[in-house]
Nanobody, 124 residues
Framework: QVQLVESGGGLVQAGGSLRLSCAAS????????MGWFRQAPGKEREFLAA????????YYADSVKGRFTCSRDNAKSTVYLQMNSLKPEDTAVYYC?????????????????WGQGTQVTISS
Protein backbone atom coordinates (compact mmCIF):
# COMPACT_ATOMS: atom_id res chain seq x y z
CA GLN A 1 0.00 0.00 0.00
CA VAL A 2 1.08 3.52 -0.73
CA GLN A 3 -0.34 6.64 0.86
CA LEU A 4 -0.20 9.95 -0.98
CA VAL A 5 -0.61 13.37 0.60
CA GLU A 6 -0.80 16.52 -1.49
CA SER A 7 0.06 19.96 -0.17
CA GLY A 8 0.76 23.44 -1.45
CA GLY A 9 -2.66 24.44 -2.69
CA GLY A 10 -4.20 27.79 -1.91
CA LEU A 11 -5.57 31.04 -3.28
CA VAL A 12 -3.50 33.10 -5.70
CA GLN A 13 -4.19 35.82 -8.23
CA ALA A 14 -4.21 35.17 -11.95
CA GLY A 15 -0.68 35.20 -13.31
CA GLY A 16 0.76 33.87 -10.08
CA SER A 17 2.47 30.59 -9.27
CA LEU A 18 2.06 27.68 -6.91
CA ARG A 19 4.08 24.55 -6.28
CA LEU A 20 2.20 21.44 -5.25
CA SER A 21 3.90 18.59 -3.48
CA CYS A 22 2.85 14.97 -3.22
CA ALA A 23 4.54 12.95 -0.49
CA ALA A 24 4.37 9.18 -0.71
CA SER A 25 4.63 6.84 2.25
CA UNK A 26 4.23 3.13 2.74
CA UNK A 27 5.72 0.76 0.20
CA UNK A 28 7.70 3.47 -1.54
CA UNK A 29 10.58 1.06 -2.12
CA UNK A 30 8.65 -0.16 -5.14
CA UNK A 31 8.83 1.69 -8.41
CA UNK A 32 5.91 3.93 -9.21
CA UNK A 33 5.15 6.26 -12.05
CA MET A 34 3.27 9.33 -10.84
CA GLY A 35 0.59 11.53 -12.29
CA TRP A 36 -1.24 14.76 -11.55
CA PHE A 37 -4.92 15.30 -12.24
CA ARG A 38 -7.47 17.95 -11.36
CA GLN A 39 -11.22 18.21 -11.05
CA ALA A 40 -13.15 21.44 -11.31
CA PRO A 41 -16.72 21.72 -9.98
CA GLY A 42 -19.17 20.05 -12.32
CA LYS A 43 -16.42 18.65 -14.54
CA GLU A 44 -14.72 15.32 -14.97
CA ARG A 45 -11.27 14.72 -13.58
CA GLU A 46 -8.65 15.86 -16.06
CA PHE A 47 -5.12 14.58 -16.67
CA LEU A 48 -2.39 17.19 -16.28
CA ALA A 49 1.05 15.61 -16.14
CA ALA A 50 2.85 12.36 -15.55
CA UNK A 51 6.42 11.37 -14.76
CA UNK A 52 8.09 8.01 -15.10
CA UNK A 53 9.99 6.35 -12.29
CA UNK A 54 13.43 5.70 -13.66
CA UNK A 55 14.16 8.20 -16.41
CA UNK A 56 12.00 10.97 -15.00
CA UNK A 57 10.57 11.59 -18.43
CA UNK A 58 7.47 13.76 -18.35
CA TYR A 59 4.27 14.05 -20.33
CA TYR A 60 1.80 16.94 -20.20
CA ALA A 61 -1.71 17.73 -21.28
CA ASP A 62 -1.91 20.43 -23.93
CA SER A 63 -3.88 22.65 -21.55
CA VAL A 64 -0.89 23.04 -19.21
CA LYS A 65 2.11 22.42 -21.44
CA GLY A 66 4.60 25.24 -21.07
CA ARG A 67 3.04 26.46 -17.81
CA PHE A 68 3.24 23.42 -15.51
CA THR A 69 6.36 21.40 -14.72
CA CYS A 70 6.33 18.01 -13.04
CA SER A 71 9.41 16.73 -11.22
CA ARG A 72 10.26 14.14 -8.61
CA ASP A 73 12.75 13.50 -5.86
CA ASN A 74 12.89 9.74 -5.37
CA ALA A 75 15.10 10.06 -2.31
CA LYS A 76 12.30 12.02 -0.63
CA SER A 77 9.51 10.00 -2.23
CA THR A 78 8.00 13.28 -3.34
CA VAL A 79 6.60 14.55 -6.62
CA TYR A 80 6.12 18.21 -7.44
CA LEU A 81 3.94 20.20 -9.78
CA GLN A 82 5.21 23.71 -10.42
CA MET A 83 2.38 25.82 -11.81
CA ASN A 84 3.10 29.18 -13.41
CA SER A 85 1.01 31.78 -15.22
CA LEU A 86 -2.08 30.53 -13.44
CA LYS A 87 -5.51 31.32 -14.82
CA PRO A 88 -8.95 31.36 -13.20
CA GLU A 89 -9.81 28.25 -15.22
CA ASP A 90 -7.05 26.40 -13.36
CA THR A 91 -9.26 26.50 -10.26
CA ALA A 92 -9.87 22.91 -9.17
CA VAL A 93 -8.99 20.22 -6.69
CA TYR A 94 -5.61 18.80 -7.65
CA TYR A 95 -4.78 15.14 -7.10
CA CYS A 96 -1.63 13.11 -7.38
CA UNK A 97 -1.71 9.43 -8.21
CA UNK A 98 0.73 6.53 -8.24
CA UNK A 99 0.94 3.72 -10.74
CA UNK A 100 2.74 0.42 -10.10
CA UNK A 101 4.77 0.70 -13.25
CA UNK A 102 7.89 2.33 -14.59
CA UNK A 103 5.94 4.02 -17.36
CA UNK A 104 3.66 7.00 -16.99
CA UNK A 105 0.07 7.21 -18.23
CA UNK A 106 -2.61 9.81 -18.85
CA UNK A 107 -5.46 7.48 -17.98
CA UNK A 108 -7.03 7.50 -14.52
CA UNK A 109 -7.74 3.78 -14.66
CA UNK A 110 -4.00 3.05 -14.91
CA UNK A 111 -3.31 4.48 -11.45
CA UNK A 112 -3.48 2.39 -8.32
CA UNK A 113 -3.30 4.96 -5.52
CA TRP A 114 -4.69 8.47 -5.12
CA GLY A 115 -4.20 11.32 -2.70
CA GLN A 116 -7.04 13.20 -1.07
CA GLY A 117 -6.54 16.30 -3.18
CA THR A 118 -5.61 19.92 -2.51
CA GLN A 119 -7.71 22.93 -3.48
CA VAL A 120 -6.26 25.49 -5.86
CA THR A 121 -8.22 28.69 -6.41
CA ILE A 122 -7.18 31.37 -8.87
CA SER A 123 -8.79 34.77 -8.57
CA SER A 124 -9.19 37.09 -11.56
Amino acid sequence: QVQLVESGGGLVQAGGSLRLSCAASGRTSSNYAMGWFRQAPGKEREFLAAISWSSGSTYYADSVKGRFTCSRDNAKSTVYLQMNSLKPEDTAVYYCAARRSYGSSRFESDYDYWGQGTQVTISS
